[in-house]
């Protein structure tokens, strides 16, 4: 077997360890209230088992990484796989160090199903191994990707953590308007993420059945001298088309639910790389995540943070806060060194300028700026609590879509690590 065979082997091992992680913990602390012994026992038993579990994954998840590497020869972060695998490793790091230092396994509840969901994700982009592309020959991609991403994990325990504050504090028998309008975005929030996780589903459902659409797209470019040039693409699709490329014709579409033909094109002011791909993938995620979250509104009754906010019972707010706050101050500097600092330095290497506007260069800074004001308001304001876990959150959503919307949507020079 090669290095690259078992490296393969050794994530789908850590996936399905991290899922039982995930089960002991939810036994840990939603179990305790059927524990006919004592219910701090029983949380401290599971909780353990569950954190041995969760570890034991981070080794087989190190074992992928370092097998990987060995087996093509270069740092196993240079595409979407690749990256996201790197992402969900790191989370996992993360949250080992912060255990570490408060000693409080809760935070697992929400880390453990945030690194399934990366790790789930990963596994929707193409897993052969890559050849580097010059850009990307450097010694300053390992420690640029590297750091980045483990600035980012830290920000995503600090979101896990925020999160869990929330669902904790945020009364849902409040009928106030600021308390209607606080549980109308943590119950989006909640839905956001179902929408990530419809979106797994329906790639790999419709990939286990095979699905395929075929597209032949034309496009005019005009180039600054006024010369016309016309290119003919073939656009391949895995999800049934509702939307069509723009000015494209059919090859092939396989009908589904009786629809044999795509129900609208997509505009034409959507010039990206594989536009209308990605505009049909985003209508499909959020359609497989509202019917979900329907399915589980319908299931319990009741809003999703009303059904979680009775399991948090008996944990200290402020715990989480000052877990939060910690996170994401330890993952602020790493971040500031890989995503800014060491990034600068590749950047002049690699494309001969420190700084072009380029997309994801925008929104790293974006990034920084937020946690920038995130920390001035946590140390100069005051800003504790309520106001501090919602900036946590929604910190991390900006680095999602600076991960997943820049990378996959938006066209530049980072285009490439959505391959």
Not at 138 to 163: N, R, Y
Not at 251 to 259: A, D, E, I, R, T
Not at 382 to 387: C, H, I, K, V
Request: charged share 15%; net charge neutral; proline share 4%.
């Amino acid at each position: 077997m090669s290095y690259v065979e078992f490296s393969s082997d050794a994530f789908l091992v850590a996936f399905f360890l991290y899922c039982f992680a995930f089960m002991f913990y939810v036994i840990a602390f939603a179990g305790k209230k059927w524990s006919n012994r004592d219910p701090i026992a029983h949380q401290r038993r599971w909780g353990r088992i569950a954190f041995i579990v969760s570890s034991t994954g981070l080794a087989s998840h190190l074992a992928f990484f370092f097998t990987r590497w060995i087996g093509s020869g270069q740092i196993p972060t240079s595409n979407m796989y690749e990256f996201m695998t790197f992402l969900a490793m790191s989370i996992m790091i993360a949250y080992t160090i912060v255990y570490a230092i408060y000693r409080k396994p809760l935070l697992g509840v929400f880390a453990l199903p945030l690194t399934i969901i990366i790790v789930a994700y990963a596994a929707v982009f193409p897993q052969e191994v890559q050849p580097l592309i010059p850009a990307l020959d450097s010694i300053w991609l390992k420690v640029h990707v590297t750091t980045a991403a483990l600035g980012e994990a830290f920000f995503a325990v600090g979101f896990a953590a925020g999160l869990m504050y929330l669902l904790r504090v945020i009364d849902y028998n409040d009928k106030t308007k600021n308390g209607r309008r606080a549980q109308f975005w943590l119950e989006f929030t909640l839905y956001s993420i179902i929408v990530i996780v419809g979106f797994i589903i329906a790639v790999f459902a419709f990939r286990g059945a095979g699905y395929e659409a075929e597209f032949t797209q034309e496009k005019v470019i005009i180039d600054s001298r006024g010369v016309q040039t016309e290119t003919t693409s073939n656009v391949h699709y895995t999800l049934p088309p509702i939307f069509k490329p723009y000015n494209s014709e059919i090859v092939s579409v396989q009908p589904f639910l009786g629809v044999d033909k795509p129900l609208f094109e997509a505009p034409s002011w959507m010039n990206g790389i594989n536009a209308g791909r990605k505009l049909n993938t985003v209508v499909w995620s959020i359609i497989a995540g509202t019917l979900i979250y329907g399915l589980l509104r319908l299931a319990f009754r009741k809003p999703l943070g009303a059904v979680i906010h009775p399991m948090m019972e008996g944990i200290d707010p402020e715990d989480l806060d000052e877990i939060s706050y910690r996170a994401i101050a330890i993952g602020f500097p790493v971040f500031t060194l890989g995503a800014l600092i060491f990034a600068m330095i590749w950047a002049e290497i690699a494309w001969g300028r420190f700084w072009g506007w380029d997309p994801k260069e925008v929104w790293a800074l974006i990034t920084w700026l937020f946690y920038s004001a995130y920390l001035h308001f946590r140390l100069s304001r005051g800003w504790q609590g309520l106001r501090s876990s919602w900036l946590a959150v929604i910190g991390f959503v900006i680095v999602l879509f600076t991960l997943i919307g820049v990378n996959l949507i938006i066209a530049g020079l980072h285009s490439y690590s959505g391959v």
